[in-house]
């Protein structure tokens, strides 16, 4: 029999390291398992690697076994895991870490308690994974449609760590507050954006059925147009017969994917995401959201142990806005030279002065996650203020905007009318 060396938690989540006896690595982690551990790492001793060559293959080379349980075929799903899937996932496991159950039954129960889809599909994936030996955060490392590089990494710090119920529902907690910014953000561009549509759809109509009827009045008449009927009646020309209703609608769709021709490259990410955040009033929101994505993320990283440079590298990838990205990654170098963080950031001049001086502060009293924590609330609160004000200044221009578009409308058509009644009453 071949020895193999191991790394497993027991029931309590401590870390365990000893040696068994066993043919193969799958038996060896079957022995482990039955003993009430869990491994995490499994490796043949040296001195054994031609005998269990011979035996098997698994563990040739004195390399470490890999996953030993036939992977779960994933069904078929555009776009990954909801966040409110993944939400509810992570809180529930949460718990069940806190109330002390081992992780393979806990993610066993979550499976169980999953609709049928991709959600169960990769639970049961990462359970199969955690049972073959893997880690919990190697596990879930392979399904990044559910769990992204941040998840992961706070997953594995709270391994290390012995936190990981603690972990956890800090995870919830962030997605959940994100979600929440998010959804705000959407709701409340909901009403102009329905608004918006409606009004759009009514003066297409018009321009499509009504303003040809009075054309063709004004042509059996022979009126002399004035100058702002024969431009409203161009433009219904266009519109209508001249296809001008299909360029205007296949219009955004074209802006879009220009949009992501140009994100394509870095240079051109950095380049939509500068002018995203100095539009008027909605580059605000975006601004304010982004610097609470990324302080909240940072914060969150701290608190649970990583390391400053690994949880500035993650929060860098995860920002969602390559300003914010790159000035992240300047911070980084900074940091990695021997600096404090408030400077460097200062230097990119992408926040404003009271972030620098929280940061600072944390900084010096040791409590640099509370303090981005505090900075991220914060801004929520800014961003919640900022959307009630976009709401509050779209609503007045939309109005005066279809107040212009329908005065236009209605003096163009009725100049003309209006001399034609004139001359017909002269008739008489």
């Known amino acids: 029999m071949a020895m193999f060396q191991y790394v497993a938690m027991n029931s309590s989540g401590q870390e365990v390291k000893d040696t068994i006896e066993a043919n193969t690595a799958e038996e060896a982690v079957q022995k482990i398992r039955a003993k009430g551990q869990y491994p995490t790492k499994v490796k043949q001793q040296a001195e054994k690697k031609a005998k269990a060559g011979k035996k098997g293959a698994a563990a040739a080379g004195g390399e470490e076994a890999g996953p030993i349980t036939p992977k779960k075929k994933m069904p078929f799903a555009i776009g990954g895991v909801s966040q409110k899937q993944l939400v509810n996932f992570t809180r529930q496991l ?19 308690q999953q609709k049928p889809g991709l959600m169960k599909a990769i639970v049961g994936g990462v359970a199969d994974e955690v049972e073959g030996g893997g880690s919990l955060s190697e596990a879930m490392a392979k399904f990044p449609k559910a769990f ?79 100058k702002v009927t024969q431009i409203l009646l ?40 500068a002018v995203k955040i100095r539009i008027p009033v909605m580059g605000t ?105 976009l709401i509050s200044i779209l609503e007045p221009i939309m109005v005066v905007v279809l107040g212009v578009i329908v005065g236009f409308i209605v003096i163009a058509l009725f100049m003309p009318m209006i001399a034609l009644i004139q001359g017909v009453s002269g008739g008489k």
């Not at 959804?183 to 918006?196: L, N």
């Open 285 to 389: 929101i975006i601004s304010k959201g982004s610097i609470a994505r990324f302080t909240r993320t940072l914060g969150t990283l701290i608190s649970a142990g990583v390391p400053i440079l690994d949880a500035i590298n993650i929060t860098k990838e995860t920002s969602g806005n390559e300003v914010y990205a790159r000035a992240l990654g300047k911070v980084h170098d900074a940091i990695r030279e021997g600096e404090s963080m408030a400077e460097p950031l200062k230097a990119t001049k992408v926040v404003d002065s009271i972030v620098v001086n929280m940061i600072d502060v944390g900084e010096e009293t040791g409590d640099l996650d509370k303090m981005l924590m505090k900075v991220a609330d914060n801004y929520d609160s800014d961003v919640d203020v900022a959307v009630s004000s």
């Open 148 to 226: 992204d590089k941040l998840y992961v990494n706070m997953i594995n710090a709270g391994e290390a760590g012995g936190v990981l119920d603690i972990i956890l529902n800090r995870l919830a907690d962030f997605m959940e507050k994100a979600a929440k910014l998010k959804k705000k953000v959407i709701g409340a561009m909901i009403y102009p954006g329905v608004v918006i549509s409606i009004a759009v759809a009514i003066v297409s109509m018009i321009m499509i059925f009504v303003i040809p009827k009075f054309k063709q009045i004004f042509d059996d008449f022979n009126l002399k147009l004035p």
């Open 234 to 273: 161009d433009f219904a020309t266009w519109f209508g017969p001249g296809f001008g209703w299909l360029y205007m609608l296949l219009s955004p769709i074209v802006f879009t994917l220009l949009i992501k021709l140009i994100r394509m490259s870095d240079s051109g990410k950095y380049f939509v995401d």
């Open 94 to 112: 949460s718990t069940l870490q806190d109330a002390g159950l081992p992780i393979l039954r806990s993610l066993q129960i979550l499976e169980q």
